[in-house]
């Protein structure tokens, strides 16, 4: 007797977009911007692109052949395990300032994939004194996508007059600063300020993949004496991708004198495709007791000579049948999404 069990599979996504409602950096301090100024400029377009992409491949197809006689087996084939983590922090740490006298366009994106093959094939043999029960478990697969995409520095910045005069006085070359300007953007309150002054058009784009691929078909054939008792467990695998991306801005600000795009975008996918085929071991033959007998024993109480055994180079049984399939044929029912 098998009990096949095949469920337990979870596929979760979590997805968090935090912003500030107030559209202000929260690490504005209002102090004076600072005597002195260091000053980047990129003269055209500008474009700080960040990729980053994470890939975990594994192949786990056992091939496992057990016996038990004496006691209760348990076996596991499964109970892999494979993590993404990753951390962006984006803008906030190398400019207090940023001026665009084009136009931005900003994207955040964040794709997540996670894919389990985990078709299983189990055969049980009655050894000497037959077989007790057997469970097989191939599901309790767990899959998780998990992402958070925080923007805590807030959309740019209209051109102020003020910074209309800034931005002349940077396009002039000066190399002296008039002291009105240190009260145009906040600073830290070091004395010093780093700008990054784009003439062009500012393209920042930042885009994180994470995959998560686990193959764990498995072959067991286990032989079951004495009426003992098996356990199999070819699930229970683990994959999970998390991510975490965070803007912070600049200290000061970003000022945009064109046009302003931004988008966010998250893109997470779970998919499993499962099956397990399971034959179990034949009903064991019960001596003493004809009311017992198996109907494929009923071929020993035949009166008569026994039949002379085949010779070696026959076979002797038949292939064993599929009695406890458990494959489906609608390809898709074990996708999950």
């Known amino acids: 007797m098998a009990n096949v069990q095949t469920?337990?599979?979870?596929?979760?996504?979590?997805?968090?977009?935090?912003?500030?409602?107030?559209?202000?950096?929260?690490y504005e301090m209002g102090y004076f911007g600072g005597l002195k100024w260091h000053v980047d400029r990129i003269n055209g377009d500008y474009y700080d692109v960040n990729l980053?992409?994470?890939?975990?491949?594994?192949?786990?197809?056992?091939?496992v052949q057990v016996t038990a006689s004496d006691h209760f087996k348990f076996w596991t084939t499964g109970e892999n395990g494979q993590d993404n983590v990753a951390i962006v922090d984006h803008g906030g740490t190398q400019y207090d300032l940023v001026i665009v006298t084009g136009d931005y366009f900003g994207a955040n994106w964040i794709f997540q994939t996670n894919i389990l093959l985990n078709s299983d094939y189990v055969l049980v043999n009655a050894g000497q004194g037959g077989a007790g029960s057997e469970t097989v478990s191939t599901g309790a697969n767990w899959l998780l996508n998990s992402a958070a995409l925080v923007d805590l520095g807030g959309p740019g910045k209209e051109l102020t007059p003020d910074m209309q005069a800034l931005i002349s006085a940077l396009q002039n070359g000066t190399s002296t600063m008039d002291l009105a300007n240190g009260f145009v953007v906040p600073g830290d309150g070091s004395g010093t300020m780093n700008v990054l002054f784009i003439t062009g058009n500012y393209y920042d784009l930042n885009v994180l993949e994470q995959i998560n691929v686990v193959s764990d078909s498995d072959v067991v054939m286990q032989t079951l004496q004495n009426g003992e008792a098996g356990y199999v467990a070819t699930g229970a695998n683990e994959l999970a991708n998390k991510a975490l991306m965070v803007d912070l801005g600049p200290l000061g600000g970003q000022y945009v004198g064109g046009t302003q795009y931004a988008e966010a975008t998250l893109v997470q996918t779970n998919i499993i495709a499962q099956s397990a085929d399971v034959v179990p071991a034949p009903s064991a033959v019960v001596l003493g007791d004809p009311a017992k007998l198996a109907p494929e024993a009923a071929a020993l109480v035949a009166h008569g000579p026994a039949p002379a055994p085949p010779p070696p180079e026959e076979s002797t049984a038949p292939p064993p049948s599929d009695s406890a399939s458990h494959t489906t044929s609608d390809p898709l029912a074990s996708v999950l999404s």
């Open 52 to 63: 980053v992409k994470q890939l975990n491949v594994l192949q786990d197809n056992d091939k």
């Open 7 to 26: 469920g337990g599979n979870q596929a979760n996504n979590i997805a968090e977009f935090i912003q500030t409602l107030d559209q202000q950096n929260p």
